[in-house]
């Protein structure tokens, strides 16, 4: 059974920083793409980063320049640097892969919550 965790959530002023992780385990055969997805009290769930196996990323454009995303495949690891931070980006923050695995699909992590206080 293939299982996400996340972690690296918490309370934080704006313009401070937080280092989100997320490790996927059980029978995973390969990666093809990770990323992170937030989602805020009464709006839907968002794109924030992600990247391919190939190295191409792509990000919101609310966070450019203020997130970065990182994987170690090896470690079935995908982080998620922010720093910056603003209220606006208070939110569950959940990690998503594109695995190939006995069923391969996407798989979610449970969220991790990032509040940024003003």
């Known amino acids: 059974q293939v299982q996400l965790v996340e972690s690296g959530g918490g309370l934080v002023q704006a313009g401070g920083s937080l280092r989100l992780s997320c490790v996927a385990s059980?029978?995973?055969?390969?990666?093809?793409?990770?990323g992170w997805y937030r989602q805020a009290p009464g709006k839907q769930?968002?794109?924030v980063a992600r990247m391919s196996r190939g190295g191409s990323t792509n990000y919101a454009d609310s966070v450019k320049g203020r997130f970065t995303i990182s994987g170690d495949y090896g470690k079935n690891t995908v982080y998620l640097e922010m720093n910056s931070l603003t209220p606006e980006d208070t939110a569950v923050y959940y990690c998503n892969m594109l695995?190939?695995?006995?069923?391969?699909g996407s798989y979610w992590g449970q969220g991790t919550q990032v509040t940024v206080s003003s």
């Open 45 to 47: 769930r968002e794109l």
């Open 99 to 104: 695995l190939r695995t006995t069923y391969d």
């Open 26 to 34: 059980g029978s995973i055969f390969s990666i093809n793409s990770m």
